[in-house]
């Protein structure tokens, strides 16, 4: 009876813990790193990831990352001003897939919520996924990592007014598929919150976060992703 009752409470122990320690389970790209294999990651999306901002975060993470992994990490940026998930598709073999990535970080929401390019939420769920999936295609291994980034405001705003639904629908994918997501968004939300003032302190024309406020909360929250959080 005492056996039991010990067994018991070590699968209990085991159900509670085990769950909450997996949430701090580093990614394998991380893992791979530390053990001293050479990795490539490749990063993907808009104008956040391909412009003055999105190229000081992504400098400052490979940066970061190099200076802990002694220099295993190679770090293409594959992202295109103005595009969406649609060229995302279109170009996924010559911007990704050549690149022979052990994982791939991907953002397309932004413009994926922009009227013009009329890009229906559903639409943007399929190419997300058919990105992933052929990725996983080439290497079931690859590591495919999601991400929501800041808001648009003023003229920009007005342009992509269902955002939240482009961001939210990412969170269902990764839920769904089991993929990191680092969730930018809620950082920018506060800033925002504090008023607009502030926030175009860090995003001066409404939508691009300029090259100090990307290195200052785009980097450190997807190094810390990356390093702690699954």
Not at 102 to 110: G, H, P
Not at 157 to 170: E, H, W
Not at 205 to 228: M, N, S, V
């Amino acid at each position: 009876m005492k056996t039991y009752f010990i067994r018991k409470i070590t699968f209990v122990f085991l159900g509670i813990v085990c769950p909450v320690l997996s949430c701090f389970a580093q990614t394998r790209l991380i893992k791979n790193l530390q053990s001293g294999k050479p990795q490539i990651l490749v990063v993907y999306g808009t104008s956040l990831t391909a412009g003055t901002g999105g190229k000081a975060w992504v400098d400052a993470v490979a940066a970061e990352l190099n200076n802990r992994f002694h220099n295993n990490l190679t770090v293409y940026n594959s992202a295109k001003s103005s595009m969406w998930s649609t060229w995302g598709v279109q170009h996924l073999e010559d911007s990704v897939i050549s690149k022979k990535p052990d994982a791939v970080l991907i953002e397309f929401s932004m413009n994926d919520a922009y009227l013009e390019y009329k890009t229906s939420v559903e639409l943007a769920r399929i190419n997300l996924n058919y990105m992933i999936d052929r990725i996983k295609l080439y290497n079931l291994d690859c590591e495919v990592i999601i991400q929501t980034m800041n808001i648009p405001i003023k003229e920009h705003g007005v342009k992509r007014p269902d955002i939240d639904n482009y961001y939210a629908m990412y969170r269902q994918v990764a839920k769904k598929r089991k993929l990191l997501l680092i969730d930018n968004y809620p950082h920018w939300k506060t800033i925002l919150d504090e008023g607009e003032r502030a926030y175009l302190k860090y995003v001066p024309d409404g939508i691009h976060p300029d090259a100090a406020g990307a290195q200052k909360i785009i980097a450190p929250f997807i190094i810390e992703k990356l390093t702690r959080v699954k």
